[in-house]
C-alpha cells in the first residue's frame, strides 16, 4: 500500500471565505469523514453589546508560514489526509466568517481532534490582531 499523500493549503487575506469551497478542496475518496469549522464575527464580546465588525492586523510577512507550522503539527498528530485553513485580514462584518479550518481523515475522531487542535493553536500562536468596533468604542486584542 502506498503512502497516504496529504494536501495542506493556509491561506491569510482579504476575500471572503467560501465554505463549500473549503469542504470541496479537502474532498477525498479515501477520506471517511470531513470536518469544517467556521469562526464568524458574532455581534457581541465580553463586556460589549452591538459589535458591527472587527478589523484584523497580521503579520503579512510570516502568518501563513506560522499557520502552516500548526498545520504541520496536526498532521504528524493525527492521519489527516488534507487541510485547508483559511484567515481572513482587514474588516469583516458581523455574520461573515472570519476563518475557516477544514480537514479530511479516514476516521471523524482523527478529522475533529486534528480541526480542533488547529484552531485552538492558531488562535493562541498566530501572529494576527482584531479590533471590535461597537457603538461608542472599539478596542484592539490579540487572537482570532
Known sequence: ME???QSIRVSVGEAAIDPGALVAEVARQDAGATVLFLGTVRDHSEGKQGVTHLEYEVYAEVVESSIAAIVDEAAERWPVLSVAVEHRSGVVDVGQASVAVAVSSAHRADAFA???FIIDVLKSEAPIW?????PGGSE???GS
Not at 482584531?130 to 461597537?134: G, I, S
Open 140 to 142: 484592539w486584542s490579540r
Open 114 to 116: 486534528a480541526a480542533h
Open 130 to 134: 482584531k479590533k471590535e468596533f461597537w
Open 3 to 5: 503512502p497516504v499523500r
